[in-house]
């Protein structure tokens, strides 16, 4: 069985186990279970002290196991791991995740438990995710986290994976993700690796269909080597998004106190090198998503030309300095129109608006002038792609642009970045244009940094392109 399919194990199993569960409401061993359970999964809790947990029957060891176990989480305290991952390999589980703290990342102590924990595993078919990690959490599947759904909506299934040292930001990231109604493919915290770390996983989501970008939060590198060249070979056919953190000394050594990672110290080296793998590097949590869920989403964007579409004049102005600015912005090119796309766009629009770039409609804009000049602008040679601002408050805006927006997000040959700038009103139409695959901001600079890390991905395949580099080469 090849490296890709092993891991769907992990990802897509039928029987699960939880070496400490416990009947009592609030337990983290308790939490797991019915995770799990509701996943509909085959769960098998195991404690020798309880008979039952949720209703099943409880073992008194993963030994007495009727049936094969593919995952195994150990709901159990550092110092009880070794001894769990023994009898997991004793019972051919396929993978263990012990989620407690307390291994190497608070010192010697505790890497010499990491490090035996590590050597009971060796040589067999048991690996093991983690230790100090959340685990892994599908939508509507597996899902070992400990942290309870009332207080941390999961949210539903799409085509972003997730793969992060920490699980507090891979947290962030999916809960934000869930008010957004973003869809997350699948998230695994990778914790202190003992074993399995980001080069296995960033191959298998490389090659699994459903994924169409991999969002990455990494404190430190397994082998940056190993990491760099398997970067180059997935990133040919699929976006890869990285926020590298610990770049500066206090940060690398708070990524030490915090994983036990060790943090590189040439920060303009891990950039450089990342940008030659084509891989698109972030500063943080906010940025990661906003990232991956254009790069998801959108088809690269061959050139630098933006065209900023929009019913309100100050915001044109703001986002022209955020396309052209290399130091407040992101060193892009505001499109010139052609004369005949602005003679269009001037018979549309009122008389007091701009038909140059940015176009503002001002606020006696309609839904059918949107719909209109994105015809225009999408047509234009000169785009290349599209900011494009939403404002409801105009009396003559209705639920229906959205529809609009719709269509030209599917039929449109620009990749388009949707912006709404406004209170609790549009938020429901935000949630609904990113739940259909269509990345919509609430800040001006949000939407024209991701449709930034649009142009980036467009750079790079260009440059592959001229190398003679294809995702089938490579």
Not at 57 to 69: C, E, G, Q, T, W
Not at 223 to 241: D, M, Q, R, Y
Not at 264 to 284: K, P, W, Y
Request: glycine fraction near 12%; hydrophobic fraction near 40%; charged fraction near 25%.
């Amino acid at each position: 069985m090849d490296g890709r399919m092993a891991l769907d194990k992990l990802f897509h199993p039928d029987t699960v186990a939880v070496l400490g569960a416990s009947d009592t409401a609030g337990k983290i061993g308790n939490i797991i279970t019915k995770h799990l359970i509701e996943g509909g999964l085959k769960v098998y809790p195991v404690n020798p002290n309880e008979e039952e947990v949720l209703g099943v029957r409880a073992l008194k060891s993963i030994l007495d196991s009727p049936k094969h176990v593919e995952v195994a989480i150990l709901a159990i305290s550092a110092k009880n791991a070794v001894d769990g991952v023994r009898d997991c390999v004793r019972a051919k589980v396929d993978y263990v995740i012990p989620v407690a703290g307390g291994f190497s990342e608070i010192g010697e102590a505790g890497k010499e438990i990491q490090d035996q924990m590590a050597a009971e595993a060796k040589g067999s078919a048991t690996r093991i995710l983690g230790p100090n990690t959340m685990g892994v959490m599908v939508p509507g599947g597996i899902d070992t986290f400990f942290i309870p759904k009332e207080k941390s909506p999961r949210p539903h299934l799409g085509s972003i994976s997730l793969i992060s040292q920490s699980g507090s930001v891979l947290i962030g990231v999916y809960e934000k993700a869930e008010v957004e109604g973003v869809g997350i493919r699948a998230c695994v915290g990778i914790g202190n690796r003992a074993d399995l770390g980001e080069d296995e996983l960033l191959r298998y989501f490389g090659e699994e269909e459903g994924t169409k970008c991999i969002a990455m939060y990494l404190e430190a590198f397994q082998n940056g080597t190993s990491f760099h060249e398997l970067a180059k070979i997935v990133s040919a056919t699929k976006p890869i998004v990285v926020a590298k953190v610990g770049s500066t000394p206090r940060g690398a050594r708070a990524a030490m106190s915090h994983t036990g990672a060790l943090a590189e110290s040439s920060n303009a080296l891990v950039s450089g090198v990342l940008r030659q793998a084509g891989v698109l590097r972030v500063n943080d949590e906010r940025e990661l998503l906003d990232a991956a869920k254009a790069l998801a989403a959108l088809r690269p964007m061959m050139g630098d030309r933006v065209a900023v579409v929009g019913s309100a004049g100050g915001f044109g102005v703001i986002a022209t300095d955020y396309v052209t600015s290399t130091s407040i912005g992101y060193g892009l090119q505001m499109a010139e129109l052609s004369p005949v796309s602005r003679e269009k766009i001037r018979g549309i629009g009122p008389y007091f608006g701009s038909a140059d770039n940015p176009i503002d409609l001002t606020g006696a804009v309609t839904d059918m002038m949107y719909d209109d000049v994105l015809d225009i602008v999408d047509k234009d040679p000169g785009v290349d792609g599209i900011v494009l601002f939403l404002q409801f408050e105009p009396p003559a805006m209705t639920p229906a642009l959205a529809d609009i927006v719709e269509k030209w997000a599917r039929q449109g040959t620009k990749p388009m970045t949707v912006c709404c700038v406004g209170g609790s009103f549009p938020l429901p139409v935000m949630k609904r244009l990113d739940a259909k695959g269509i990345p919509t901001y609430g800040t001006i600079k949000r939407s024209v940094f991701a449709l930034s890390c649009v142009r980036e991905r467009g750079r790079f395949l260009q440059r592959i392109s001229k190398q003679g580099i294809s995702p089938l080469k490579a």
